[in-house]
């Protein structure tokens, strides 16, 4: 049998996949669309990241085609219905970077609620903006709202906890009666609620035809005055010119973003220049630790829904 990759994925995953299958490893695959459709035509396993599209397009021109795995956990590249029209297995790495991105959304409310890490050259060239810089907050005993409640927005109360911040969340798929909420010690309100009651929001939904632009201008101008705002799940959630634009009015403190409405970002776009504003590739779930995790988990499935049997790693040296 033969597996498909078109993203990067761990090496000692790969190799494991190797001792079973005949396996593909071309992760500029996902640069080369016509050449990833002719590729796929041999594969009864195909593995992608984010950007590789499993659409109708490509489905069509992979007839052997058995097992998905994602290595990750958003699916909105992938067409769940088509998969599982011809019982194609799609496998995500559920909660294998979970730790990864809970870190990146602490650390960052850190940096952003303090607001004095950007003026390095400005220190190496002989300049001292002590007083500039000495406004920054304190986390505890601000609220964070976690927008979306799922493995990663628990971990991310978890670890914001342990910073005496107080946390709100809210999950349309969870009641506010659900024991989640009161065994993490979270208090579950309505989006605007939150939006209107938090320092720092950040934000863990799958991009669907209702999230798309959920925090709009209207819902960015609900937000609390000096709010910061992070987003590590999908682009399509946020209305990015919106966001500037309440960057650069001073409504909001500060922002991260990791994900796009479109990636790589356009020439041209209104979050160029934005002012405390960070900006980084699709890369909060990207670890040493967690790409380990993920690509083991993502091997092991698809060589299960393969083979019908147990799938066997490679043990990895300590």
């Given at each position: 049998?033969?597996?498909?990759?078109?993203?990067?994925?761990?090496?000692?995953?790969?190799?494991?996949?190797?001792?079973?299958?005949?396996?593909?490893?071309?992760?500029?695959?996902?640069?080369?669309?016509?050449?990833?459709?002719?590729?796929?035509?041999?594969?009864?396993?195909?593995?992608?990241?984010?950007?590789?599209?499993?659409?109708?397009?490509?489905?069509?021109?992979?007839?052997?085609?058995?097992?998905?795995?994602?290595?990750?956990?958003?699916?909105?590249?992938?067409?769940?219905?088509?998969c599982a029209a011809r019982g194609i297995a799609?496998?995500?790495?559920?909660?294998?970077?979970?730790?990864?991105?809970?870190?990146?959304?602490?650390?960052?409310?850190?940096?952003?609620?303090?607001?004095?890490?950007?003026?390095?050259?400005?220190?190496?060239?002989?300049?001292?903006?002590?007083?500039?810089?000495?406004?920054?907050?304190?986390?505890?005993?601000?609220?964070?709202?976690?927008?979306?409640?799922?493995?990663?927005?628990?971990?991310?109360?978890?670890?914001?906890?342990?910073?005496?911040?107080?946390?709100?969340?809210?999950?349309?798929?969870?009641?506010?009666?659900?024991?989640?909420?009161?065994?993490?010690?979270?208090?579950?309100?309505?989006?605007?609620?939150?939006?209107?009651?938090?320092?720092?929001?950040?934000?863990?939904?799958?991009?669907?035809?209702?999230?798309?632009?959920?925090?709009?201008?209207?819902?960015?101008?609900?937000?609390?005055?000096?709010?910061?705002?992070?987003?590590?799940?999908?682009?399509?959630?946020?209305?990015?010119?919106?966001?500037?634009?309440?960057?650069?009015?001073?409504?909001?403190?500060?922002?991260?973003?990791?994900?796009?409405?479109?990636?790589?970002?356009?020439?041209?776009?209104?979050?160029?220049?934005?002012?405390?504003?960070?900006?980084?590739?699709?890369?909060?779930?990207?670890?040493?630790?967690?790409?380990?995790?993920?690509?083991?988990?993502?091997?092991?499935?698809?060589?299960?829904?393969?083979?019908?049997?147990?799938?066997?790693?490679?043990?990895?040296?300590?």
């Amino acid at each position: 049998m033969h597996i498909l990759i078109s993203e990067f994925m761990d090496a000692p995953a790969v190799d494991a996949l190797r001792q079973r299958f005949d396996v593909r490893y071309a992760p500029d695959l996902v640069e080369q669309r016509d050449a990833l459709l002719a590729a796929a035509g041999e594969a009864d396993g195909l593995i992608v990241r984010n950007r590789s599209r499993v659409d109708a397009a490509l489905l069509q021109a992979a007839p052997r085609l058995r097992a998905v795995g994602r290595l990750g956990v958003g699916l909105d590249n992938i067409d769940l219905d088509a998969c599982a029209a011809r019982g194609i297995a799609v496998i995500p790495a559920t909660g294998a970077n979970a730790r990864a991105v809970a870190e990146y959304v602490v650390g960052t409310v850190l940096m952003l609620l303090r607001g004095a890490y950007g003026s390095s050259a400005e220190v190496a060239a002989g300049a001292w903006p002590r007083a500039a810089l000495s406004q920054g907050l304190e986390a505890q005993g601000r609220t964070l709202g976690i927008v979306g409640f799922g493995g990663i927005g628990r971990l991310t109360a978890r670890l914001a906890q342990g910073l005496d911040m107080r946390v709100a969340g809210c999950d349309a798929a969870l009641p506010p009666d659900h024991p989640a909420w009161r065994e993490c010690g979270v208090a579950a309100m309505s989006l605007d609620d939150l939006l209107t009651h938090s320092d720092a929001v950040t934000l863990h939904l799958p991009l669907t035809p209702g999230t798309r632009r959920l925090l709009d201008a209207n819902r960015i101008a609900r937000m609390r005055p000096g709010a910061v705002l992070i987003n590590t799940s999908r682009g399509g959630i946020v209305d990015e010119a919106a966001l500037a634009n309440a960057l650069r009015t001073g409504h909001l403190r500060g922002a991260a973003l990791d994900v796009f409405d479109q990636e790589p970002l356009p020439a041209g776009t209104p979050l160029a220049g934005a002012p405390n504003l960070i900006l980084t590739p699709h890369i909060a779930g990207l670890t040493q630790e967690a790409n380990t995790r993920v690509s083991d988990m993502v091997a092991a499935g698809v060589t299960m829904a393969l083979t019908g049997g147990d799938a066997v790693c490679a043990a990895r040296a300590s």
